[in-house]
Nanobody, 120 residues
Framework: QVQLVESGGGLVQPGGSLRLSCVVSGRSISALIMGWYRQAPGKQRESVATITSDGSTNYIEAVKGRFTISRDNTKNTVYLQMNSLKHEDTAVYSC??????????????WGQGTQVTVSS
């Protein structure tokens, strides 16, 4: 059974930094596309950043230049370094692992989420 456990969320002042971690158990992440998503109150969940198995990254425009996603396959862990945080970054951040299969099918695995609150 694949399990994802996030940590590192909390309360931070505007302009501050946080580093989120997502530890995966149950299978190796080396071939998986990993991502961080967030959902703010009253809004739909959105993809924040993704990283492929070969290390290619993608970010939404709102976090480019401020957030960095990375992965350590030896630790089966994905990180999200968040700098210059803004009020609008407040959300529950969730880790996702996507396993693409033949025929265009995939399995998605999710963590329970970690709260990030940016407030003065």
């Amino acid at each position: 059974q694949v399990q994802l456990v996030e940590s590192g969320g909390g309360l931070v002042q505007p302009g501050g930094s946080l580093r989120l971690s997502c530890v995966v158990s149950g299978r190796s992440i080396s071939a998986l596309i990993m991502g961080w998503y967030r959902q703010a109150p009253g809004k739909q969940r959105e993809s924040v950043a993704t990283i492929t198995s070969d290390g290619s990254t993608n970010y939404i425009e709102a976090v480019k230049g401020r957030f960095t996603i990375s992965r350590d396959n030896t630790k089966n862990t994905v990180y999200l370094q968040m700098n210059s945080l803004k009020h609008e970054d407040t959300a529950v951040y969730s880790c996702n692992a996507r396993d693409w299969r033949a025929g265009g099918l995939f399995n998605d695995y999710w963590g329970q989420g970690t709260q990030v609150t940016v407030s003065s």
